[in-house]
């Protein structure tokens, strides 16, 4: 079945440390989105990709890093400096941004810092 | 730039009646517009998408929004709801040249009453 791929489900950091959330996708969609999630704030853009080699940032892109090596794959990394990473990550992708297409979504990686 | 206000970050129903969720919208092009539905710790469904074809859209599970150029809004209708209704439900915006990215409101949980 085509869809995206987020893992892991759950994961936890320690303060200082660096993790990566794996997005992967089969549905040969061009674009590809990072979203993050908070109680109360909705989904806020970290990164996105239109094109493999190429991302650009979004409205919260601090202490975060991504890349984009391969179409189906857009791994996250949530790195030291981001001050408050407790949150539910969403990864999502499109055939053609912007074209009234819709974004089809992972079902989420929820990251707790301990 | 592209945004949407959700009114109402709760809204509770009893089951069997009305369900109205609000959406404005502010694009400064013709805009594209959807509906998502999350369930706890999932991630986002597509419930429904206007891009330009009809001003009634009628979507899965009963729900339907009518897009008003004339008020900004793209408000989610369901004539009678259901207990599996309960969820959080986002409203977005895109449009433009092709390279914008969807931008969500900030989401109403939705509460039915048995």
Known sequence: ?114 | AQSVTQLGSHVSVSEGALVLLRCNYSSSVPPYLFWYVQYPNQGLQLLLKYTSAATLVKGINGFEAEFKKSETSFHLTKPSAHMSDAAEYFCAVTGGSGNTPLVFGKGTRLSVIA
């Not at chain 1, 869809?3 to 089969?26: A, D, H, M």
């Open chain 1, 1 to 114: 079945d085509g869809g995206i791929t987020q893992s892991p489900k759950y994961l936890f950091r320690k303060e200082g440390q660096n993790v990566t959330l794996s997005c992967e996708q089969n549905l040969n969609h061009d674009a590809m989105y990072w979203y993050r999630q908070d109680p109360g704030q909705g989904l806020r853009l970290i990164y996105y990709s239109q094109i493999v080699n190429d991302f650009q940032k979004g409205d919260i892109a601090e202490g975060y890093s991504v890349s984009r090596e391969k179409k189906e794959s857009f791994p996250l990394t949530v790195t030291s400096a981001q001050k408050n990473p407790t949150a539910f990550y969403l990864c999502a992708s499109q055939n053609r941004a912007g074209y009234g297409t819709e974004a089809f979504f992972g079902q989420g990686t929820r990251l707790t810092v301990v």
